[in-house]
């Protein structure tokens, strides 16, 4: 009896395959990102991870974007390590991996039962490649290699994002993103002096930033002044600028009705409560700011006012209903007064402060042309009397200087 022998194919090493064209792509300045997906290990709300280039201390690392439900948490691994990184993760704990780069696309799949699967393709159409200085999917305006950054406990000693810092680095790069719209748009010039006042500057994280921004990324001399009534924090704050050399920012003790106005470019009040933002805006005013940026918090002063106007009496019965309509006319009054002073006003969301919800900015840039004043006054009297509001802290504050009439 004869015996034929049969031949069985190994299974494929797709396993190896992708990590060996990861590390082609890398190899080649090729590689725009990797996602993996199908998350199935054990860590709570884990999503996905997106892995990109950066550059750190003039290093190529694989930067780790882990994606939870509410947060994010960035890794940075040099790219051997990184590939060794992503090896261990495949497939235990994600069974999809989706490779990006300007010439292929692959994906690497594993079924409920470990089955592999490799699937490659040529790029559709010509891509961009990759910055490995700023994040594709969200322009940062700032890097975390900042000093000042490490200094007020933003990220480690590694520049690497400090997870509970989270929220804060979001709000900071926001906070500058706003900021480098309203300059381009305003009638300030980069070769003069910029002055800066940031009123109730607290551990000073815009207030550094913004001198930052300013000096480093912008190549302008910017001066800037922190006021916070703190002693403690305006002391922490002057020995941190000493100590990272950051010529032309102080801090200051005071607040926004005990500083004397002197003219400034730029006025920051974030998180000024109640009729605190009105004498903000007013200082903004009278010290002639092409810029002005206030995110309000409390709005007792009309709230105290506000009559409900018949028909929307059943609406504001309730007391939540009724605090939310005195916000959103408390600031429209806000946004119309500037707007009849010279100022082309947005008001728009902005991210959380800390852990209130209060995250409404009002945005003021000087125009070249101011509107017709006549017809905004009467506007804002005729929202008033709607209301039956008889006094708004900021349209005092504008009539007794002759602002308005």
């Not at 979001?170 to 800066?196: C, G, M, R, T, Y």
């Not at 605090?323 to 947005?346: F, H, P």
Request: contains cysteine; aromatic residues 6%.
């Amino acid at each position: 009896m004869s015996v034929t022998a049969t031949s069985t194919q190994p299974a494929p090493d797709h396993h190896g395959q992708f990590l060996s064209l990861l590390d082609t792509s890398l190899s080649q300045n090729s590689f725009i990102k990797l996602v993996l997906a199908k998350y199935v290990g054990a860590e709570a709300e884990l999503q996905r991870i997106i892995i990109k280039l950066t550059t750190i201390k003039e290093q190529p690392h694989l930067s780790f974007v882990y994606r939870y439900k509410t947060r994010d948490i960035t890794k940075n691994f040099l790219l051997t390590e990184g590939i060794e990184v992503i090896a261990g993760l495949l497939p235990d704990a994600f069974k999809n991996a989706h490779l990006l780069s300007l010439t292929d696309e692959v994906q690497l799949e594993y079924s409920k039962k470990g089955k592999s699967t490799l699937f490659k393709s040529k790029a559709q159409q010509e891509r961009e490649a990759p910055s490995v200085e700023h994040d594709r999917e969200k322009k940062r305006y700032l890097e975390l290699s900042r000093p000042f950054l490490t200094d007020l406990g933003v990220t480690n000693k590694q520049h690497e994002l400090i997870p509970a810092m989270s929220r804060k680095w979001k709000q900071i790069n926001k906070f500058i993103e706003v900021f480098s719209h309203a300059l381009s748009s305003s009638p300030l010039a980069l070769d003069q002096p910029i002055k800066v006042a940031d009123f109730g500057s607290g551990k000073g994280y815009l207030t550094f930033a913004i001198h930052d921004y300013l000096r480093n990324t912008l190549q302008a001399e910017g001066n800037v002044t922190g006021v916070e009534l703190r002693e403690d924090m305006v002391m922490l704050c002057n020995a941190a600028a000493q100590r990272l050399e950051h010529p032309g920012l102080v801090f200051e003790h005071g607040d926004v009705r005990s500083v004397a106005p002197s003219a400034l470019d730029v006025m920051i009040a974030l998180h000024a409560c109640d009729i605190a933002t009105d004498y903000a805006i007013h200082m903004g005013i009278r010290s002639g700011a092409s810029i002005i940026m206030c995110s309000p918090c409390c709005h007792k002063q009309i709230r105290l006012q506000i009559q409900s106007p018949t028909l929307l009496r059943p609406m504001l019965q309730y007391g939540l209903h009724m605090g939310q309509q005195a916000e959103m006319v408390t600031d429209s009054l806000r946004a119309l007064l500037l707007e009849a002073c010279g100022y082309e006003t947005k008001v728009f969301e902005f991210i959380s402060l800390e852990h209130t919800n209060k995250n409404k900015m009002i945005l003021a840039v000087k125009r070249a042309e101011p509107l017709k004043q006549p017809e905004l006054l009467a506007r804002i009297q005729e929202l008033k009397t709607f209301y039956g509001i008889q006094e708004h802290c900021l349209e005092t504050l504008l009539q007794a200087d002759g602002y308005i009439n």
